[in-house]
Structure formats: structure tokens, C-alpha cells
């Protein structure tokens, strides 16, 4: 996959290597916002919005993206919509079929998916990048093949990734996936 330049805002920190990696099949099928699911600073919501794609980027605190956001004089900012959300307690604020993809970088929320796949539209995409095996967050990882069997009845894996993650005895990975809506 090509790996397209985008302007990024200045500031702002490196989006993920793996969106870049995917930014330009995402956006080939293109058809709707993206949802930049826990977006953090923004560096993943920016990046594509650079690239030309309309970014919800949603997260339950947006102070460090909105002190990036505002400071910006950058045309970024009219592809990007901010919007405050709990992923645990405030409903999912998207209706059937109104996504054009998501991506979702080091925050790994299973009950999300359901709703993802509901909100993306056919022949869009869904990228996850989970954290990596830093310390001990390999307890919030998933087992070896569980978002492959979760995500495979919806979404045909044109990537999937996965690394054995924290010690030995523990069945837990880190995963890069993109699949595309079927």
C-alpha cells in the first residue's frame, strides 16, 4: 500500500505508522466521515483530514485536541468534528450505515463493535491497532484469533496482525487489523 504524504498540522504529533500504512485503501473507499475512535491528541484525525477525509474524532476528554484544534489556522479543521463521548456509558452516537470507516489506535473497547459494524457502511473500513506490550498492559489485550473470529463475520480482514504480547504463560496479543465492511 502506498504511504501518502499528508500536511499535518503543526504541532500536532505523528499519526500511527499502520494508519499511514492503510490511509490510502481507507480512503480509496471512501464514502462518509471517519470516526477516529479515542482519538487522543488528534494526530490520527488530522493526518486523514489532510489526505482529504471528513474526521469525527471522538474521545471523552478532547482538552489536548481542542488546544491543537484551536491554535490551528489550518483548513484541517473544517474536516474535522470534535465531539466529546464515554465509550463505556454515553450511547454510540452514530446511526445505521452513516461511517465511512473508523479507526480505533491503542484503545480496544470489544462492546464497540457491534455498533461499528452497524454504523459502517459496506466496502468501508475498520482499522484497529492495539497498544502494544508495554509493562503490563497485556492484560487488556485480546487472545490469540478472538478479533478474528469477532470481526470476521462483518468485515473481511485484508490485514491481520498478531504478536504474542506480556510473559509466556499468557495467551495475549497485540494486533494491527483493516477490514473492509462486507
Not at 499502520?18 to 493526518?47: E, Q
Not at 489506535?105 to 464497540?112: A, E, I, K, T
Request: hydrophobic share 40%.
Amino acid at each position: 500500500m502506498d504511504k501518502p504524504k499528508a500536511p499535518l498540522l503543526w504541532g500536532a504529533p505523528d499519526p500511527s505508522v499502520f494508519v499511514k500504512k492503510c490511509a490510502t485503501k481507507m480512503l480509496a473507499a471512501l464514502d462518509g466521515p471517519i470516526a477516529d475512535v479515542a482519538c487522543g491528541s488528534g494526530r490520527n484525525a488530522f493526518y486523514l483530514a489532510g489526505l482529504g477525509a471528513t474526521v469525527v474524532a471522538l474521545d471523552r476528554n478532547l482538552d489536548q485536541l481542542r488546544s491543537l484544534y484551536g491554535a490551528s489556522r489550518s483548513r484541517l479543521k473544517r474536516r474535522i468534528r470534535l465531539q466529546e463521548i464515554d465509550f463505556v456509558t454515553d450511547p454510540w452516537p452514530f446511526g445505521p450505515l452513516t461511517l465511512g470507516g473508523a479507526c480505533l489506535v491503542h484503545f480496544l473497547h470489544q462492546p464497540l463493535f457491534r455498533q461499528l459494524a452497524m454504523s459502517i457502511k459496506p466496502g468501508g473500513y475498520l482499522l484497529i491497532e492495539t497498544m502494544g506490550s508495554q509493562g503490563g498492559n497485556y492484560v487488556e489485550l485480546p487472545r490469540e484469533r478472538d478479533l478474528r473470529r469477532i470481526l470476521g463475520r462483518s468485515f473481511a480482514l485484508e490485514i491481520y496482525e498478531e504478536r504474542h504480547a506480556g510473559p509466556a504463560e499468557v495467551d495475549a496479543v497485540a494486533v494491527r487489523l483493516l477490514g473492509r465492511r462486507r
